[in-house]
């Protein structure tokens, strides 16, 4: 058993990190920004002991020494999973966005180096964001841990769309570079998934509240997208299952100290999506776009970007979830929340 801080618990990436950490007998101090996060996570794991499962409270992870309290736990950890990064497409100004990802993140290795000796391994989750280079040809392109987006400051500031791509980015390189420069006694392994989809687990009180990966299901299952299939954008995908196994592994596995780990299942496009919702649940079959309608969510014609995920299928042992499974699983699970009724 390892005992581990988790941050951002209340997350859709988060709470399944939290499943895999519990399952495996870990110990888990999971950070949330309210008690009320934290009560809920408490009720979704009744079963589980106080010395098993508490919370820290940081309410700003962008915060000076944020951190500082939450990783001077008794007894002491020795892992700590990075999760808690903003992830939308809907900031009016890019620092909304690089502020909280590159001090959270540099500010938890901070802490952790002061205040947390016995830590070993930390765990951040990056993104294919910082792997992705969207301003070349994508043809030809296989991507691997080996690439980097080349975006700038200013262009962050082009677009909400950059500004993510930017937060993940400068938030990743500072990670790397506070290795480099301080020389820790703990090493770092990074995970860089793609969109992830997959069942939710976390608390949920409405459609509204849904993780922004999570909307495009909604919006096709609502009817919402039935005139018009949403661009796909990304062509990756993983399964959130898998990717919160991922991030387990990569505490509990030597070979994964200093390394990044693109944690990819397959292509994808957001017809597809549609066409796996309507052979499997024909209910809603009449939401759909179909036609024209879906063009919008199929793969460009001058082909789409390659990916290499060995490392992780061979360092980590992934053995990635099919799509049909990722979308099965997700409707499933949105349905009491009544994306089938807005």
């Known amino acids: 058993m390892t005992r581990v801080l988790l941050t ?53 992870i962008a915060q ?62 990056s993104s294919f964001a910082a792997i992705n280079d969207v301003f070349a040809s994508s043809a030809d ?3 691997s841990e080996a690439d980097w987006s080349p975006i700038t400051k200013e262009q962050a500031n082009v677009s909400p769309a950059n500004a993510y791509r930017a937060s993940k980015t400068f938030a990743e390189r500072a990670a790397w570079e506070f290795i480099e420069r301080e020389k820790p006694n703990f090493t770092l392994s990074v995970i860089n998934p793609p969109l992830v989809l997959g069942p939710i687990v976390h608390n949920l009180t409405s459609p509204d509240t849904l993780n922004t990966s999570s909307q495009r299901i909604r919006d096709l299952v609502s009817g919402t997208a039935k005139t018009r299939c949403p661009p796909t954008g990304n062509y990756l995908f993983v399964d959130v299952r898998d990717l919160g196994l991922a991030h387990v592994l990569a505490v509990e596995k030597a070979a994964a100290g200093g390394k990044r780990f693109f944690v990819v299942s397959s292509h994808f496009s957001n017809a597809e999506i549609a066409k796996i919702i309507g052979e499997e649940f ?61």
Do not use: C, W
């Open 8 to 60: 951002g618990g209340s997350g859709f990436i988060a709470a399944h990190v939290l499943e895999v950490l519990l399952a495996r007998g870990h110990s888990v101090v999971t950070t949330v920004r309210s008690q009320t996060k934290a009560d809920a996570i408490r009720r979704a794991h009744p079963e589980i002991a106080n010395d098993r499962l508490s919370f820290a409270i940081v309410e700003d």
């Open 64 to 125: 000076p020494n944020a951190f500082d309290q939450a990783v001077a736990t008794d007894p002491p950890l020795e892992a700590v999973i990075h999760t808690a990064s903003p992830y939308h497409f809907h900031a009016q100004d890019a620092q909304e966005l690089l502020i909280p990802a590159i001090t959270g993140t540099t500010g938890i290795l901070k802490s952790v180096q002061k205040h947390a000796p016995l830590v070993k391994r930390v765990v951040v989750t």
């Open 282 to 342: 024909p209910e809603y079959k009449a939401r759909l776009p179909t036609g024209d309608a879906l063009k919008p969510g199929e793969y460009p014609t001058d082909g789409v970007y390659g990916f290499d995920n060995t490392r992780a299928r061979e360092i980590l042992g992934i053995q990635f979830r099919p799509l049909r499974e990722s979308i099965v699983d997700a409707v499933k699970s949105l349905l009491p929340l009544g994306i089938d009724k807005t």
């Open 141 to 143: 392109k296989v991507y």
